[in-house]
Each structure stands twice: as C-alpha cells, then as structure tokens.
C-alpha cells in the first residue's frame, strides 16, 4: 500500500511490519476508535467472536465503524465436507477449540457480494498435516499434542494424501 500511513492493524497478538501503518494490540471488541473506515478486513476471526459470545456485538461495531461508502470484507471457511467432519470429530477430542465460522443471518438486510475459493493445506507426511490442521482448529498446543496422533489418524482414514481442501468464501458488505 502506498499511502500506509492510513492503514489500521488491530491484533491480540504482537507482529512486526515494516510500514507506518497504526498498529493496536488489543480484541477488536475491546478497543475504543473514533475512526470511520473505507475498508475493514476481518479474515478468519469469526470462530473468536462465536467462541466468546461477541459475534453479533463485533459485526454491528464493524458496521459503524464503515465509512459512508465503506464495505467490510470477511473471509471464513466454509465448514462443510471433510473440514466439518473434522470439527465434530475434535468436538469429541478436545473439551475446548475454535474454529473458523460465519452466521450469515448477521447480514440481514445488507447488500453483499459473496466470492468462493479453495485453499489446500498440502504437506509430505499426515503427521506433517496434522500440525498445520491446528490452524484450523485452535487448541492450544499442549492438549493438541496429547491428541495429535488421533488427528493423524482421522487425516489418513479420510484422505488418499496428505492434502486438504478448504472451501473459503468472502463477503463484501455494504450498508447501502
């Protein structure tokens, strides 16, 4: 981005960029901002407002954050096929996880434009992709690890290689 100066980064976690982009450590829900935005990306952050009860709270902040002509892009898997099997199997595995969803009923009554793509998370073993599906569904490192091997394991009875797709959507809201 050229003009970087007008770029705001929000973020729990600290990350370094090379920009002089605003940069706020804090949960969006959290954070007090004047501001009115031509754009707000908020992309794979949906299973974090579904998990802490703030979805409905977060989307309706974004939306008042817009500027007249604004539009806010979210981009979230679509969890269905595989990638849903796999979240009702770590359902079973895990007592506490977050994964990547959107209601779309928030979108009553707003224009949007819905774009779909697949990304494949594409490794040379099973054990390999079992790390990278962590990702996917965020549970923290030590449970995950205690479980890892029944992860493998459910990869390698449902996939033929150690390949997963991902079906994502983005959507591109407007108030008017």
Known sequence: QKNDEHITLI?????????????IKRKWE??????KFDVILASHIWGHFVYTKTAQFAFKKMLEHLGKRGKLVICHNINEGLLEKLIAYSKELFSSFQYDCFDDRLMSGLHKKEIFFTVTLTSDTFQNLSQLVQVLIIVPDKEFEKKEKEIEAFLRRNLENPELVIKQKVLIISKV
């Open 30 to 35: 959290e954070i007090c901002l004047e501001e």
């Open 11 to 23: 973020d729990v976690d600290e990350f370094h960029i090379q920009s002089r982009a605003k940069f």
